[in-house]
């Protein structure tokens, strides 16, 4: 596997803007910074609205800068973090949280969240704009959902971790049930945890999710797909999981979990790696140490026709030395960029 060459962009900047990626389209805010390019981006360290901000590069000399907006007015005054990709449908932005927990565990809800906003209302300088954002937080919602549909699809998953079972699942049970919280029914005993870091809208108004983890018993990574996504903003609705899908890439001793997904027509792009990191902490990886192994690549998937589990990948290029992809965005010349979470701001522009 031979790696491309990649133009890396180091951004001076406090912020770690590193958790995904999404390009900027509306001409009156790239007119409005004088930018020719500019993307949306989300941390993990934050807030939902906290974590939203934009990067951009300027016409005039080619450099980079990080805004954020004057305000955002989130519909839900509960607590939000762990924001972990960025989706576009039409002028709607969503951000999903990972319905995950902390490395260590347990599950948190504060994890288990859906948001959106409507770009053109911006309309002009990010940093002058107050943007209303809404909020889902699902109560484990998805997490019930793929959790049924994992169970109900006859899926060999990878065998699960007995620190997993009882750090993330046993823990966010009790925790839940001490303080009386009714989304401690919705975590049942034999769940797994589940980790979302990707997700992208496809051109049937579907959503794809992409898994992190679990991957399957031969290390392979799982795409969902969600219809009607809009019941996630609505009480006593749901959405249908339409599909599990099989990407065919990874291997039990080097398993791959999605961490990047951006539609281009027909094709759905991926960026796929490690299920987790340093073992210190991770109870994934205490429990699955070959989980580390696998450095970021960038996949073409072509979706096959419903009933059709597996989805054949395609390799666009291996990113060598990196482990910490976690953003893929398509800019309008139809050039993908990656961004890493790391200690400072880093951008790849694939060549």
Not at 173 to 186: I, L, M, S, V, Y
Request: aromatic residues 6%; charged residues 30%; glycine residues 8%.
């Amino acid at each position: 596997m031979a790696p491309t060459n990649q133009q890396e962009i180091v951004i001076d900047h406090p912020a770690r803007e590193g958790s995904g990626l999404l390009a900027v389209v509306d001409p009156d805010i790239l007119e409005a910074h004088g930018w020719d390019l500019g993307f949306w981006t989300c941390s993990d360290e934050a807030s939902v609205e906290g974590s939203l901000g934009a990067l951009g590069r300027r016409r005039d000399s080619g450099d980079w800068e990080v805004v954020h907006p004057a305000k955002v007015k989130p519909s839900r005054k509960r607590r939000t973090e762990d924001c972990e990709a960025l989706a576009r449908r039409g002028d709607q932005i969503w951000l999903f949280g990972s319905q995950f927990g902390p490395k260590s565990g347990p599950l948190s809800p504060r994890r288990h969240f859906v948001a959106r906003f409507d770009e053109a209302t911006v309309a002009g300088r990010i940093d002058k704009a107050k943007i209303d954002l809404e909020i889902a937080r699902g109560s484990f919602q998805l997490h019930r959902l793929i959790n049924d549909a994992l169970s109900a699809s006859g899926l060999e998953l990878i065998e699960r971790g007995r620190n997993e079972a009882r750090r993330c699942i046993q823990k966010a049970r009790e925790k839940g049930k001490r303080k009386g919280k009714t989304w401690a029914q919705r975590i049942h005993p034999d769940d797994w945890p589940i980790n979302l870091e990707a997700a992208t809208f496809l051109v049937s108004g579907t959503l794809l999710l992409g898994l992190r983890y679990p991957v399957t018993r031969q290390g392979q990574p799982i795409l969902v797909e969600l219809g009607s996504p809009d019941a996630l903003f609505h009480d006593g609705e749901q959405p249908e999981i339409r599909s599990l899908r099989i990407v065919d890439v990874g291997s039990p001793e080097e398993p791959r979990g999605i961490r990047a997904l951006e539609s281009m027509k027909e094709e759905v792009h991926a960026i796929t790696g490690n299920l987790d990191s340093d073992p210190e902490e991770s109870v994934l990886v205490r429990d699955h140490p070959e989980g580390k192994k696998a450095q970021s690549c960038h996949h073409r998937l072509i979706l096959p026709p419903d009933g059709d589990r597996r989805v054949a990948a395609e390799e666009v290029r291996l990113l060598t030395d990196q482990t910490k992809i976690e953003g893929l965005a398509l800019d309008g010349e139809g050039c993908f960029w990656y961004v890493l979470d790391d200690e400072k701001i880093r951008l790849l522009r694939a060549e």
